[in-house]
């Protein structure tokens, strides 16, 4: 997707500060980009009459703002109340020598902020394509495009990209130059990979249809 | 892991009821004991000063409780906060005829409770034993188990599985036989999957280790 014209270093704020394993963060927007553009589920952070509620949605993004299909939270969110997105992408487990020295090798992004509901129909058309083109590549000029019964029943938020925490892990285990790098037990990372499958047709699907090759050629390639 | 002494259908309360797309909702514990089971990520979400915070943590569960490490929300929970513990596993594209009818499928498990911090050496090092069999089981018995220090050093929490709402989406889009089942445009979904690979050595491992039995053969196995 397009570079956005936010500042290229993260700001550090009281919300993104890393206080705990500083090694892992980083301050680079350019992570922060890759890891939004890796993933097409983040898991959306509200406050509801004092208690927090964590739900997965979909998202995309744009030159600076995040755009969320926000149904599932939208009771939540009048009078642009403090949300919280983050996205998580699991590379696999850091098996260490000791049990304590275990870990999971990931990237995640934190995002902080407050969420618009986004009721302008151009910009919401804008939002929902590039949510649609986030998850599916080549979707939105193939598939029928919301027409304005379905875009008024449709509930998208946008949330401006400036605030954000990165923090990434990758590698060996960190005690391999520790006291158990000795006790003969093996260390090391068993890596997690998500790919893609082939695309299985609707069983209602009238013969012939074939899938169109912007979905057809994922199949078999990573994700992530 | 073993069944726990829960009532085999999840309550339905203010937090849990399904208010959308109820057709999803799940009111089965072994549901929630499968979604639970079948990752070790979950998404803890705390409110902080009135804003809310996600961050991904591990997880493991026993008969009626979920464990988490902790230490990144820990200054988030003196006094028995309100938690949100999301585990969400992404399963594939769902490519409908229509831009508005596409979605995702998945299965989701949303706990609300209060996280309590285990202090107790003993509990605490059975739940450890609990999170670390969860990620990569037979770990446990194989790697050096944690020192009082260690065992202090680290932060874990538990939170009842009492209350939790569950959604679970799979199958075709819901387009098929709708006004665009005969615009011609191929419908199905697209499937995600997770797979472990190849464990990969520490390179500061001494020569002539290998992996155990328990971590080589989850190598080209699905996770998820």
Redesign the interface.
């Known amino acids: 997707m397009a570079q956005h014209p936010l500042p290229s270093l993260l700001p550090q704020t009281g919300?993104t500060r890393h206080?705990?394993l500083r090694e892992q963060g980083s301050l680079r927007r350019a992570d922060l980009d890759a890891i939004l553009d890796a993933g097409?589920?983040c898991?959306?952070?509200?406050?509801v009459d004092?208690?927090?509620?964590?739900?997965?949605t979909?998202y995309g993004r744009d030159e600076g703002r995040l755009y969320l299909h926000g149904?599932?939270a939208s009771?939540s969110l009048a009078g642009g109340a403090?949300?919280?997105?983050?996205v998580?992408h699991?590379d696999?487990?850091v098996?260490?020598?000791?049990?304590?020295d275990?870990g999971?090798n990931?990237r995640?992004a934190?995002i902080?902020g407050t969420a618009r509901k986004v009721t302008d129909p151009d910009e919401k058309l804008a939002g929902?394509r590039r949510l649609?083109e986030h998850?599916?590549p080549g979707?939105?000029s193939?598939?029928?495009?919301?027409d304005r019964k379905?875009l008024a029943?449709?509930t998208l938020l946008a949330l401006s990209l400036e605030e954000a925490s990165v923090k990434i892990r990758a590698g060996?285990?960190d005690d391999?130059?520790g006291p158990?790098?000795?006790?003969?037990?093996?260390?090391?990372?068993?890596?997690?990979?998500?790919?893609?499958?082939?695309?299985?047709?609707?069983?209602?699907?009238?013969p012939g249809?074939?899938?169109?090759e912007h979905?057809a050629r994922?199949?078999g390639t990573r994700?992530g």
């Open positions: 919300l206080r705990r097409f589920v898991h959306l952070g509200v406050v004092g208690r927090p509620l964590v739900v997965p979909v149904s599932v009771r403090p949300v919280c997105v983050t998580t699991v696999g487990l098996l260490a020598r000791s049990v304590f275990h999971v990931y995640s934190i902080h929902l649609t998850a599916t979707q939105w193939y598939a029928r495009r919301p379905e029943a449709t060996a285990p391999g130059d158990d790098a000795g006790s003969g037990v093996w260390a090391g990372t068993l890596p997690l990979t998500a790919t893609w499958g082939v695309p299985e047709p609707d069983p209602l699907l009238a249809i074939l899938p169109p979905i994922r199949a994700h």
